[in-house]
Structures are given as C-alpha cells and as structure tokens.
C-alpha cells in the first residue's frame, strides 16, 4: 500500500505573524526545487494563519509553496455564536485551511477537551469539508500500568463514533505517546511501529481491512532529524506529527527529506 506520507509542523503557541513570515521566507527558498514523495502542512497559531495563506495562496507563489497544505490547531464543534475565544470551521476555510488537528494532548490534558468533544469536533471539521488530523496517545503511567492497547482503543472508538466510512477516507491519525512529546524521549521505532499496527488493527475491525490499509497513521513525540529515517522506515508509521523541530525551517526540512526518503515512491 503506498501512503503518501505527511509530515506536519504543529507550531503549538509560536510563531505569531511576523515570526510565520520569517520562517516561511527561508523554508520556501529552501524548498525551492525540491520535490518529496510527501505531503507538507503547517499548523500555525490562528493569528497567523491570514499571513501564512497570503504568502502560501499568492497567485505569485511558487509550486513547492503551493503544494503546502494549512492546517488549524483546533476548531470550534460549534457553527457561530457566544463562544468567546473560539474559532469556527467556515471561519478556517475562508483561510484556505485544509486540515484541522483535533485532540492534541495538550487540549486534552490543559482543556479538558474529551472523547464526545473531539467526535463532536470531528463530525464538525467534516461538515466543512476540512480533514482532522486526530490525535491519540497514552501517558507514561497508562503505558506502565499495561493499559496502551485499552486507551488507543478507548480514543479510536469514542473519537471516532458515528464517522462514516467516506469521512474516514480524509482524517490522519497522529499517535502521540503523551510521554515522548517534548521531552526529547522519542518512542523507540519497534514501540513506535507496534502502536501504529495496533491502531490499524482497530481500524480495520471498525471499518474494515481496505479503510485501515489506506489510512496514513503519523507518529509524533521528538521527532528530529537524527531520528525521522528511522521512525519512517516502519511499515505503518506514515509521517510525522512535530513540534519543536519545525519551528526551525532547517530542522523541519531535513525531517521531511530524513523521512520521506525511506518511503515507497
Ligand atoms: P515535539 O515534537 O516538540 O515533541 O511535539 C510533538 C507534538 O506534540 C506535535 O503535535
């Protein structure tokens, strides 16, 4: 099965406007012709997302700054209204945004955000037409305490509730053990690829083998470039999810050539 993998720079809260133009400025002579077997995406701050889309959807803009994708870091389960301080699915579309991460383990564990959340959340980003990247991923106590399998088991399940088939087709998992996330402790690449099986393990009962063996799976917690070929190189791990790393236009660029690399072409 060739899944195109994706590697996606999650900036969490950096990169506020003229941060993004700065990065974007040397990532993009960087990239300039390059080409990966891969799909790029960036996730920037909200405020930032107008600049990032002025830059990346200029009718100026070159091939490789076009071919990347925007994302959000989150979106509102809600249409428009008294929600203070949210951020609406047709509000990022109007930003030419195309994907959308939803239940990071920061807005689950900072948030509060929960299963019926983050499904509700899901079913929204689908309405628009944007693709989640939903995130899962178990804590270091939950990992110790034998409970991995239960918990992805649990997330998938819950987080997925109701998610038909054809909307499946446009959604990315991120497994992201809790634990590996800016830390510097990556999962190794044999825990790293057990997760992943599993996870396409549980896809596969919930919508079948063909969905599951379609579905891009990323990985995320300290990806860099020293480890990215490596993590790449396992059967189901289809890119990566990255934080500290892509704040760094160099770093982000050698993740994606260290990882992509490594993939089928
Ligand atoms: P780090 O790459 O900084 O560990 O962050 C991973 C992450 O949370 C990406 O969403």
Known sequence: MNRKPIFAANWKMNMGVSATEDFLKSFLSKLQGQSFHAEIVIAPPFVSLAKLADILRSPSASNE???????????????????TGEVSVLMLRELFVHYVIIGHSERRAIYGETDATLNAKIHKAREANLKPIFCIGETLAQREAGQLEAILRTQLTAGLKEVSDKDLAELVIAYEPVWAIGTGVTATSAQA?????????????????????????????????????????????????????ALEPQSFLEIIRNGSCTQDS
């Open 65 to 83: 700054a076009q071919a990347i994708q925007i994302a959000a870091q989150n979106c509102s389960e809600h249409d428009a209204g008294a929600y």
């Open 193 to 245: 690829q057990d997760a992943h099986a599993f996870v396409r393990s549980v896809i596969a009962e919930l919508y079948g083998p063909d969905s599951a063996a379609k579905l891009r799976i990323q990985y995320g917690g300290s990806v860099k470039p020293g480890n990215a070929a490596e993590l790449m190189a396992c059967p189901d791990i289809d890119g990566a999810l990255i934080g500290g790393a």
